[in-house]
Protein backbone atom coordinates (compact mmCIF):
# COMPACT_ATOMS: atom_id res chain seq x y z
CA UNK A 1 0.00 0.00 0.00
CA UNK A 2 1.17 3.52 -0.89
CA UNK A 3 1.28 5.95 2.03
CA UNK A 4 1.59 9.54 1.99
CA UNK A 5 2.45 11.40 5.20
CA UNK A 6 4.49 14.40 6.10
CA UNK A 7 7.47 13.60 8.41
CA UNK A 8 9.60 16.14 10.39
CA UNK A 9 8.05 19.35 8.16
CA UNK A 10 8.47 17.00 4.90
CA UNK A 11 6.31 15.06 2.58
CA UNK A 12 6.98 11.18 2.45
CA UNK A 13 5.55 8.37 0.46
CA UNK A 14 6.33 4.36 1.80
CA UNK A 15 5.08 1.71 -0.32
CA UNK A 16 4.42 -1.44 2.58
CA UNK A 17 2.45 -4.15 3.18
CA UNK A 18 -0.76 -3.32 4.81
CA UNK A 19 0.19 -4.93 8.27
CA UNK A 20 3.95 -3.13 8.61
CA UNK A 21 4.18 -1.02 11.96
CA UNK A 22 4.89 2.49 11.61
CA UNK A 23 7.61 2.11 13.72
CA UNK A 24 9.09 -0.21 10.91
CA UNK A 25 8.09 2.56 8.16
CA UNK A 26 10.07 4.94 10.03
CA UNK A 27 13.42 3.16 10.41
CA UNK A 28 13.36 0.52 7.40
CA UNK A 29 11.96 2.65 4.73
CA UNK A 30 13.11 5.79 6.12
CA UNK A 31 16.19 5.61 7.90
CA UNK A 32 15.09 7.35 10.96
CA UNK A 33 16.36 5.36 13.53
CA UNK A 34 16.23 7.41 16.47
CA UNK A 35 12.47 5.86 17.01
CA UNK A 36 13.60 2.58 18.52
CA UNK A 37 11.89 -0.84 19.14
CA UNK A 38 12.10 -2.04 22.37
CA UNK A 39 9.49 -4.74 23.08
CA UNK A 40 7.43 -4.97 20.03
CA UNK A 41 4.39 -4.99 22.69
CA UNK A 42 4.02 -1.07 23.44
CA UNK A 43 4.94 -1.71 26.43
CA UNK A 44 8.44 0.50 26.91
CA UNK A 45 7.57 3.57 25.10
CA UNK A 46 10.88 3.77 23.24
CA UNK A 47 9.33 3.94 19.70
CA UNK A 48 7.31 6.81 20.79
CA UNK A 49 6.53 9.66 18.11
CA UNK A 50 4.26 12.13 17.79
CA UNK A 51 1.23 11.71 15.20
CA UNK A 52 -0.62 15.05 14.21
CA UNK A 53 0.75 16.29 18.24
CA UNK A 54 0.03 13.36 20.20
CA UNK A 55 2.19 11.12 21.76
CA UNK A 56 1.76 7.43 20.24
CA UNK A 57 3.96 4.12 20.46
CA UNK A 58 4.69 3.64 16.76
CA UNK A 59 4.89 0.15 17.14
CA UNK A 60 1.04 0.17 18.14
CA UNK A 61 0.03 1.77 15.15
CA UNK A 62 -0.18 0.65 11.49
CA UNK A 63 1.63 2.65 8.83
CA UNK A 64 -1.54 3.55 7.26
CA UNK A 65 -3.25 4.55 9.90
CA UNK A 66 -0.54 7.75 9.19
CA UNK A 67 -1.84 8.30 6.17
CA UNK A 68 -2.40 11.75 6.26
CA UNK A 69 -1.01 12.54 9.30
CA UNK A 70 1.76 14.94 10.57
CA UNK A 71 4.27 12.70 12.11
CA UNK A 72 7.61 13.90 14.17
CA UNK A 73 10.33 11.87 14.98
CA UNK A 74 13.37 12.46 17.61
CA UNK A 75 15.27 13.57 14.06
CA UNK A 76 12.62 16.50 14.04
CA UNK A 77 12.66 17.48 17.36
CA UNK A 78 15.51 19.94 16.81
CA UNK A 79 15.65 23.31 15.09
CA UNK A 80 17.00 23.70 11.75
CA UNK A 81 20.08 24.96 12.76
CA UNK A 82 20.41 22.20 14.45
CA UNK A 83 19.63 23.63 17.94
CA UNK A 84 18.16 21.21 20.47
CA UNK A 85 14.74 21.49 21.64
CA UNK A 86 14.69 22.92 25.42
CA UNK A 87 13.22 18.89 26.25
CA UNK A 88 16.57 17.48 24.95
CA UNK A 89 18.77 19.91 25.76
CA UNK A 90 17.26 19.38 29.77
CA UNK A 91 17.75 15.99 29.02
CA UNK A 92 21.28 16.83 28.23
CA UNK A 93 22.20 19.16 31.27
CA UNK A 94 20.37 16.69 33.58
CA UNK A 95 21.69 13.53 32.87
CA UNK A 96 18.70 12.17 31.73
CA UNK A 97 20.06 9.33 30.27
CA UNK A 98 22.72 6.73 30.55
CA UNK A 99 22.87 4.11 27.74
CA UNK A 100 20.78 6.51 25.49
CA UNK A 101 18.17 3.23 24.35
CA UNK A 102 15.19 4.50 25.69
CA UNK A 103 15.77 8.57 25.19
CA UNK A 104 14.27 9.72 22.17
CA UNK A 105 10.91 8.08 23.41
CA UNK A 106 11.07 9.61 26.81
CA UNK A 107 11.74 12.80 25.50
CA UNK A 108 8.83 12.39 22.79
CA UNK A 109 6.41 10.95 25.89
CA UNK A 110 7.91 14.29 28.17
CA UNK A 111 7.60 17.18 25.19
CA UNK A 112 4.06 15.96 24.92
CA UNK A 113 3.22 15.65 28.29
CA UNK A 114 4.52 19.03 28.99
CA UNK A 115 2.15 20.67 26.70
CA UNK A 116 -0.81 18.65 27.47
CA UNK A 117 0.01 19.18 31.91
CA UNK A 118 2.32 22.15 32.11
CA UNK A 119 3.14 22.59 35.91
CA UNK A 120 2.88 18.89 36.83
CA UNK A 121 4.63 18.36 40.12
CA UNK A 122 7.37 15.06 40.30
CA UNK A 123 4.67 12.51 41.09
CA UNK A 124 2.72 13.57 38.54
CA UNK A 125 5.74 13.64 36.01
CA UNK A 126 6.28 10.08 37.39
CA UNK A 127 2.94 9.14 36.74
CA UNK A 128 2.45 10.41 33.77
CA UNK A 129 5.53 8.62 32.15
CA UNK A 130 4.35 5.06 33.30
CA UNK A 131 4.45 4.13 29.73
CA UNK A 132 8.34 4.55 29.03
CA UNK A 133 10.52 2.34 30.60
CA UNK A 134 14.29 3.27 31.61
CA UNK A 135 16.50 -0.07 32.32
CA UNK A 136 19.31 2.00 33.40
CA UNK A 137 18.28 4.59 35.80
CA UNK A 138 16.71 5.08 38.54
CA UNK A 139 14.15 7.66 36.89
CA UNK A 140 15.64 10.95 39.27
CA UNK A 141 17.69 12.36 36.55
CA UNK A 142 14.87 11.91 33.82
CA UNK A 143 12.09 13.56 36.26
CA UNK A 144 14.62 16.54 36.79
CA UNK A 145 15.05 16.56 33.04
CA UNK A 146 11.27 16.84 32.61
CA UNK A 147 11.21 19.53 35.14
CA UNK A 148 14.13 21.43 33.53
CA UNK A 149 12.24 21.07 29.72
CA UNK A 150 9.02 21.92 31.13
CA UNK A 151 10.63 25.35 32.36
CA UNK A 152 12.45 25.76 29.24
CA UNK A 153 9.46 25.20 26.77
CA UNK A 154 7.00 27.35 29.31
CA UNK A 155 9.81 30.56 28.28
CA UNK A 156 10.13 29.45 24.59
Given amino acids: MQVQFTVNGRAASVDVPPNTLLVHAL ?4 LLTGTHVGCDTSQC ?7 NGRAVKS ?7 AQGAEVT ?5 AAADGTMHPMQAAFKECHGLQCGFCT ?3 VMSAVDLCKNHPNVG ?8 EGNICRCTGYQNIVRA ?5 KAMASA
Fill in 122 to 129: EGEIRELL
Fill in 73 to 77: TIEGM
Fill in 45 to 51: GACTVHV
Fill in 104 to 106: PGM
Fill in 59 to 65: CAMLAVQ
Fill in 146 to 150: VQVGQ
Fill in 27 to 30: REHL
